[in-house]
């Protein structure tokens, strides 16, 4: 059934927009962690880099002073020298060796003093630095060079890799930190490369030094992101599923309390709450049953029977209005069809119908539907179109009235009196009855000028050659007076009250 569809849809959109109301703070407040996780890595390896480059740079200047300290002596005899290079090692905590070149031939050193060894100056990045795996005396021990060269003089001081790696291990820490020079690269576990340096795809900072020919590059693994938010945010996680609970709590009850009325009217049309009460309408003069008005009441499992002005507005504001008065029409079809044949003359049932079903053309479909249910000719079904809400003459209301004529139906305008139709509005709607409201029913024995009114309508109505029906007859007197004057219809208390179906078939029967 469609309607079912219908409902079905419209609950899943509701649980969608609480996920989504719920989900939204949550991912929102996620993205923000995430990026303020990314900034404060950031942060962390700007500051390794720079304190990294700090350190070097202080020892870098231990050894540079070293090789300044001992160039003017390059060019003198080794053994003239030789102690003044050990010297240099045993006063500068940062030199482990010392060596003097003359001509680009390394000839003295603080070791073993007399040496032969040919220099290459292309070995040293910006003719300076120099990270090498390792020397005869030390092999796999990185260890960096510094070359001052001056003419034919030249010194050579070396740097032992084990402080080196030090600092990248002490100031690291979390922190992938790496010391490049040159094509070679240094880790912080102490072992030289020649390879490509490592990526490091989270928060990499990679800082030249200003001051020596070598580069600092410090960041994270993939993931460190996640790891971090996992280590240093679980209190603001719980935070942002408290919001996303809250505020999907916030939807969900915006929702409900937007949609209430509808859905339980909804709900009640599917659990077959709204019923057929019936009011018999009787003939003027002799007072025969000739007819019926179907009223809609609402069996509500908790507050039991509920009036229909109390949910009527509710039901045309979501447009439920249509298929509970199809099902109200089917009901009634299936309870008086089987009666039908017993009917001397064509019973009028009467049907209240809102303007708002009267938009489109579904209606004729449904009475026609209701027709067949029936012995041909047995009945007459009246349209009873309250006056207080008019029906706007379009192009498609005047083609629904037109198919509706044809089928048979009739039209009565309810409530008459009460709202303002024009006679122009009644001879296009191919109106067929009045029903006179029941306060003019009251007024009949009280003053004269309001029996005034109640004989104009009746006057009125016998003009325009329309059926009159009186309604809220309560009194022997008000059934006299209308019968006087000619009312071919009454309807109120006096001849029964609106009645479930079985009673009033019972009813039927004896009258
Ligand atoms: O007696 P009762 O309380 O049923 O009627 C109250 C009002 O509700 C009346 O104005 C009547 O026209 C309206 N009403 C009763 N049943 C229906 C119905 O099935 N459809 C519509 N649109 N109005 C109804
Ligand atoms: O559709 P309409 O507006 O005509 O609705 C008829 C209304 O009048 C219904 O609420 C029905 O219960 C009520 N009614 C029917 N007969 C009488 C009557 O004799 N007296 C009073 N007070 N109300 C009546
Ligand atoms: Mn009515």
Request: hydrophobic content about 40%; charged content about 20%.
């Amino acid at each position: 059934m469609p309607l079912t569809f219908k409902t079905r849809r419209k609950r899943s959109t509701r649980i969608v927009v609480t996920v989504l109301s719920g989900l939204l703070p949550i991912l929102l407040g996620f993205s923000i962690l995430y990026w303020q996780a990314g900034r404060a890595l950031s942060q962390s390896t700007q500051l390794t880099a720079e304190e990294a480059i700090r350190q070097f740079d202080l020892m870098l200047d231990n050894t540079a002073e070293a090789a300044r300290e001992l160039v003017p002596l390059a060019g003198q005899s080794c053994n003239d020298v030789k102690l003044a290079l050990r010297e240099q090692v045993t006063r500068r905590p940062f030199v482990r060796s010392t060596n003097l070149v003359w001509d680009d031939n390394l000839y003295c050193s603080s070791l073993f003093g007399d040496y032969q060894e040919k220099i290459n100056a292309g070995d040293y990045t910006q003719g300076t630095l120099w990270l090498m795996n390792g020397n005869p005396v030390t092999p796999n021990t990185a260890l960096l060079v510094y070359r001052l060269s001056e003419g034919k003089q030249g010194a050579l001081t070396t740097l032992d890799g084990y402080h080196l790696s030090n600092v990248l291990r002490l100031i690291g820490r979390k922190t992938v930190l790496l010391l490049q020079v040159g094509p070679s690269w240094l880790s912080a576990d102490g072992k030289v490369h020649k390879d490509a340096l490592p990526l490091l795809p989270v928060a990499e900072s990679k800082r030249p030094s200003s001051r020596y020919a070598f580069t600092v590059a410090a960041g994270f693994p993939a993931g460190e992101t996640w790891r971090y938010m996992r280590s240093e945010y679980p209190p603001l996680f719980s935070l942002l599923i408290f919001f996303g609970v809250v505020s999907g709590l916030i939807g969900h009850v915006l929702q409900k309390r937007s949609s209430s009325p509808s859905h339980e009217l909804q709900r009640a049309l599917e659990a077959a709450e709204f019923v057929p009460y019936f009011q018999p309408v009787v003939h003027g003069t002799n007072k025969k049953w000739s007819g019926t008005e179907v009223l809609m009441r609402w069996n509500h499992p908790k507050e039991g029977l509920v009036r229909p002005d109390l949910f009527i507005p509710f039901a045309e504001h979501s447009g439920l209005i249509v298929p509970m008065t199809r099902s109200l029409m089917q009901q009634t079809a299936q309870l008086l069809a089987p009666v039908s044949s017993s009917f001397e003359e064509p019973f009028h049932i009467g049907i209240n119908i809102t303007a708002s079903h009267c938009k489109d053309l579904e209606l004729v479909e449904d009475c026609r539907e209701f027709l067949s249910a029936f012995a041909p000719g047995s009945i007459h079904l009246v349209l009873e179109l309250t006056e207080r809400e008019l029906i706007e003459p379009t192009a498609i209301t005047l083609q629904l009235f037109e198919q509706l004529h044809a089928l048979g139906v009739m039209i009565a305008i309810d409530d008459f009196g009460t709202g303002h139709s024009s006679l122009g509005y009644l001879r296009q709607f191919n109106v067929d009855f009045l029903k006179i409201d029941q306060s003019f029913v009251a007024m009949i024995g009280a003053d004269a000028l309001s029996r005034h009114i109640l004989d104009s309508i009746i006057e009125l109505s016998a003009k325009l050659d329309l059926g009159i029906v009186a309604e809220g007859v309560e009194t022997e007197e008000q059934s006299a007076y209308l019968t006087a004057h000619g009312v071919n219809f009454l309807q109120g208390y006096l001849f029964g009250r609106p009645m479930p179906g079985a009673d009033f078939i019972d009813a039927l029967s004896h009258h």
